[in-house]
């Protein structure tokens, strides 16, 4: 158990439509990261952010969006949805914003897996 | 932008045997990573080098990095079935104020009993 929570574990919905997941990072980790892992993608980055601020962007579509609130658990939004955006999920947390020390290493939850039929 | 290739794809090994999962990065390498996924679920940190020349172990799993900080490997010793997965190898750039990720396709082990 890397103590990194995602909700739902499944998530099943229909073109079109607006879905939210969840992320609780491990305690004390400032840093939320999502990313999205396809068959033909394979896992790609999406966004960061640090103790409430976005700080890093990747391939994240203009229909999804990220917040962290200042609990630090995060949200993923995607709207619209299409049946290419079926994926898994994933969040992962770290202390600081960048690799400064060794133990600067992203911890990953167990993934929302998405499905969009 | 930064590019990792993994070798071999997929691997298939009797249970016992030895065997070397290769990262290679198209850009230097300053922060790598390798992560277990079991199929379907979250990756399992395993290691991270960020020195050239430096080598992991944790049980009978051992990574390195080479001296030129292009290249990673990670042997598995005697394996084991608990051992089959699919390895990732995730790598950062130089320092820019964000830790994102760049990771390899996946090597997908699987241990024959």
């Known amino acids: 158990d890397s103590g990194v929570t995602q909700t739902p574990k499944h998530l099943i919905t229909a073109t079109g439509q607006r879905v939210t997941l969840r992320c609780s990072p491990r305690?004390?980790?400032?840093?939320v990261y999502w990313y999205q892992q396809s068959l033909d993608q394979g896992l790609q980055f999406l966004i960061q952010?640090?103790?409430?601020?976005?700080?890093a962007k990747g391939n994240i579509l203009e229909r999804f969006s990220a917040q962290q609130f200042p609990d630090l658990h995060s949200e993923l939004n995607l709207s619209s949805l299409e049946l290419g955006d079926s994926a898994l999920y994933f969040c992962?947390?770290?202390?600081?914003?960048?690799?400064?020390?060794?133990?600067?290493?992203?911890?990953f939850g167990p993934g929302t897996r998405l499905t969009v039929l | 932008s930064q590019e990792l290739e993994q070798s071999p794809q997929s691997l298939i090994v009797q249970e016992g045997k030895n065997l070397t999962i290769n990262c290679t990065s198209s850009?230097?390498?300053?922060?790598l990573y390798w992560y277990k996924q079991k199929y379907g679920e979250g990756l399992i940190f395993l290691m991270m080098?960020?020195?050239?020349?430096e080598e992991k172990s944790h049980e009978k799993i051992t990574a390195k990095l080479d001296e030129k900080k292009q290249q990673s490997s990670l042997h598995i010793t005697a394996s084991q079935p608990s051992h089959a997965g699919i390895y990732l190898c995730?790598?950062?750039?130089?320092?820019?104020?964000?830790?994102?990720?760049?990771f390899g396709q996946g090597t997908r082990l699987t241990i024959n009993p």
């Open positions: 992962a947390s770290s202390p600081s914003a960048t690799r400064v020390y060794s133990t600067d290493t992203q911890y």
């Open positions: 305690s004390g980790d400032l840093s």
């Open positions: 952010y640090y103790n409430g601020e976005e700080r």
């Open positions: 850009k230097t390498l300053y922060g």
């Open positions: 080098l960020q020195k050239g020349g």
């Open positions: 995730g790598a950062d750039g130089p320092f820019q104020g964000a830790q994102k990720l760049v």
